[in-house]
């Protein structure tokens, strides 16, 4: 049995309310006008929080689930547009790296995504990957492995898509992912993005977000605790 403290962090409330329902001894505390939920499942210690919507949000949540909450491992569920045509709602996509697609110092001669001192993309923890793809293979399930790009907008067009597809060659998109990445890789915690489909990004999207939000918020979290009693280390 590892002794590992998990963070699973979401973003909106549909993204973490399957995961809290499962916890045992369940303790609520407040914290930078924040809830987090800090627990068990099937005997591991977890907190669980939803940041709020984008990039600031995120961070600060993720930042608090370490440096307050004492977290060593951090795993992200929720929802995300597709890029990829080979990604339809519902489906599962794990980012193999996390970029910002609205960060833009190109006037400087830089390229998109990128500041200096950081990284264009920020890559996961490669032991958590494999979890999940040994996760998948058990309950028959198809994921793909991807970059995922964040930024500070909910995208709906598909010419703003299509940059984003060749820019960043990104599989997906959402708002939150590459924070989790910047506080992780910086101070050093082992992080996994896991995002389930639930538009394409693309006129029809806040329909379809609407739609299917929670059904696909639920399949991700579900993969998630899967995930939590996979891992051994
Ligand atoms: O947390 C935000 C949510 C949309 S904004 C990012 N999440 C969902 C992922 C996502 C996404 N991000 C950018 C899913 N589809 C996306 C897309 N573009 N097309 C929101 C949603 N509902 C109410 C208020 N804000």
Redesign the pocket.
């Known amino acids: 049995m590892s002794n590992r403290k998990i963070a699973i962090m979401g973003?909106?409330p549909e993204?973490i309310e399957p995961i809290i329902s499962k916890l045992k001894d369940l303790k609520e505390t407040s914290y930078a006008a924040n809830t987090y939920y800090e627990g068990t499942y099937n005997g591991k210690e977890v907190v669980v929080a939803y940041s709020k919507?984008?990039k600031v949000f995120a961070t600060l949540t993720a930042t608090s689930l370490i440096a307050k909450f004492g977290c060593d491992t951090l795993l992200f569920s929720?929802?995300?547009?597709a890029i990829s045509p080979e990604l339809n709602i519902g489906d599962l996509i794990i980012a193999d790296g996390l970029c910002q697609h609205d960060l833009d110092i190109t006037a400087f001669g830089h390229p998109y995504g990128y500041v200096p001192e950081g990284e264009v993309c920020i890559p996961t923890d490669v032991y958590l990957r494999n979890i999940a793809k040994e996760v998948a293979k058990e309950k028959g399930l198809k994921l793909l492995e991807g970059i995922i790009a964040t930024?500070d907008?909910?995208?709906?067009n598909t010419e703003r898509?299509d940059w984003i597809s060749e820019t960043f060659k990104a599989h997906a998109?959402?708002?939150?992912g590459a924070s989790v990445a910047v506080v992780c890789s910086s101070l050093d915690i082992p992080f996994f993005i896991l995002?389930a489909?639930?538009?394409?990004?693309d006129m029809d999207?806040?329909f379809n977000?609407?739609t299917f939000?929670e059904s696909s918020a639920k399949i991700s979290a579900d993969f998630i605790l899967s995930m939590v009693d996979a891992i051994d280390r």
């Open positions: 973003a909106m993204e919507i984008g929720g929802v995300a547009g930024g907008q909910f995208v709906a898509k998109l959402e708002m939150e995002r489909i639930s538009d394409s990004a999207a806040s977000f609407d939000l």
